[in-house]
Structure formats: C-alpha cells, structure tokens
C-alpha cells in the first residue's frame, strides 16, 4: 500500500496551465513543481487519430523543459519564428545575414582525442 502513495506522488499537479487548440491537435503548456519547489514546464501535444470505423484514439506526445534550459529553448524558439518571419534568410545577434541557420563546422573524431 505505501508503494503505491509514493508512485501516486511522481505525478505532479500543475501549478499553471495554457492550452492552444489548433485544428485536430491541441497544445498544453503546464507548469509544475517538484518535492523540492522547483517549477518546470511540461508541454504535450495531444491528437485525434481517426480510424476507417469512425472510431478515433488519441496520441500524446510530451517534452519536459527543466529551470535551467528555458533560455536557451526561448532563445531557439525565437529565431526559428524570426527566420519564418522573414521568409528564410536567418539573423544572428551579430546581425549578419546567413541563409542556412544549421552551418556546421567539419570535426574529424580523431581531433576530438586527447
């Protein structure tokens, strides 16, 4: 029986929620807290799948988005708005134009070897 309390707690409640609905999917923005208080977010698209029967099942996907990384997830979100906005062409905080956002430089692994 405690077994199943200290399961019960791993679900959290959340303290905050927005939800978007677009079309078939709807998109949950929740906020919730940890045993020790700190907050995360949770963001889970939920879709209608339908079957030939007319029947439907529903699929979640999740992504949990820890205190630590919320700028660097704003900071990405931004720029790829920013570079639909403006109709492809991609604009670092240097201001220099760049048509391809995901240059990679070329790394041998054996330059990786200490």
């Given at each position: 029986?405690?077994?199943?309390?200290?399961?019960?707690?791993?679900?959290?409640?959340?303290?905050f929620t927005k939800?978007?609905?677009?079309?078939?999917?709807?998109?949950?923005?929740?906020?919730?807290?940890?045993?020790?208080?700190?907050?995360?977010?949770?963001?889970?698209?939920?879709?209608?799948?339908?079957?030939?029967?007319?029947?439907?099942?529903?699929?979640k996907h999740k992504?949990?988005?820890?205190?630590?990384?919320?700028?660097?997830?704003?900071?990405?979100?931004?720029?790829?708005?920013?570079?639909?906005?403006?109709?492809?062409?991609?604009?670092?905080?240097?201001?220099?134009?760049?048509?391809?956002?995901?240059?990679?430089?070329?790394?041998s692994f054996e330059?990786?070897?200490?």
């Amino acid at each position: 029986m405690e077994e199943l309390k200290d399961n019960s707690k791993k679900f959290r409640e959340n303290v905050f929620t927005k939800s978007v609905r677009a079309g078939k999917r709807t998109y949950y923005f929740d906020v919730k807290e940890t045993r020790k208080g700190e907050r995360y977010i949770t963001i889970t698209e939920r879709k209608r799948r339908y079957n030939d029967d007319g029947s439907f099942k529903v699929e979640k996907h999740k992504i949990f988005l820890y205190k630590e990384d919320f700028d660097k997830f704003a900071d990405a979100l931004d720029d790829i708005i920013d570079f639909i906005e403006v109709g492809g062409e991609y604009q670092d905080e240097d201001d220099e134009k760049k048509t391809k956002p995901d240059e990679y430089s070329d790394v041998s692994f054996e330059d990786l070897n200490d």
